[in-house]
């Protein structure tokens, strides 16, 4: 079985670009779940998705957004870079609402210059 | 302010050896905590977790163990093996607050050396 399928594996953008990063759950999965790692640092949350909603929404700037698919992908979008964006970006799915075991993606390293 | 703090950047053992991994928390509405390991280039992989109503839980040569009280909760490897060797992170949630959202510490690099 695939697990979670993330592209582009990796992006380089400019200051001021802006950028979508997609993600694929592993079958079955209604969750999805955005990550940001800034090097040096553990996994920080952006969004939680389940059934097309979001679910929760961490401490991140209103440039950053994102939506589900009926087929329960996702995309993240982020406006307006910044050198700070640089990143690895992480997707993860889960079967149900609540499920805390999530599955991560290899991600999608973001480089912004 | 970190919620999740994994206050050794590294770690090094000897193979056969236990390795024991450490980690604080603050928030004391965490609920639920969990053990990832990520490989480089590779996103995190779940290896063991563990409820606030339990003290230990115990998954082959893996054991987490937690310490409410003093919030703080440990991974034990026994026996440590060179596979091993990745980046661990611990990480909390508010399992009754209903949303997936981890809290993740920075993460403690260990090597295994044979």
């Known amino acids: 079985d695939a697990g979670v399928t993330q592209s582009p594996t990796h992006l380089i953008k400019t200051r001021g670009q802006h950028v979508t990063l997609r993600c694929s759950p592993i079958s079955g999965h209604k969750s999805v779940s955005w990550y940001q790692q800034v090097l040096g640092q553990g996994p920080q949350f952006i969004f939680q998705?389940?059934?097309?909603?979001?679910?929760g929404r961490g401490n991140f700037p209103d440039r950053f957004s994102a939506r589900q698919f009926p087929n329960y992908s996702s995309e993240l979008n982020v406006n307006a870079l910044l050198l700070g964006d640089s990143a690895l970006y992480l997707c993860a799915s889960s079967p149900i609402q609540g499920e805390e075991k999530l599955f991560f993606g290899s991600g999608t390293q973001l480089s912004v210059l | 302010d970190q919620q999740v703090k994994q206050n050794s950047p590294s770690l090094s053992v000897q193979e056969g050896r236990i390795s024991i991994l450490n980690c604080d928390y603050t928030n004391s509405m965490f609920d639920y905590f969990l053990w990832y390991k990520k490989y480089p280039a590779e996103g995190p992989t779940f290896l063991i977790s563990?409820?606030?109503?339990?003290d230990k839980n115990e998954d082959g040569r893996f054991t987490v163990f937690l310490n409410k009280s003093a919030k703080h909760l440990s991974l034990h490897i026994v026996p440590s093996q060179p596979g091993d060797s990745a980046v661990y992170f611990c990480?909390?949630?508010?399992?009754?607050?209903?949303?997936?959202?981890?809290?993740f510490g920075k993460g403690t690099k260990l090597t295994v050396n044979p």
């Open positions: 563990i409820s606030s109503i339990k």
């Open positions: 998705y389940y059934e097309k909603e979001e679910r």
């Open positions: 990480a909390a949630s508010d399992l009754q607050g209903g949303s997936e959202k981890l809290v």
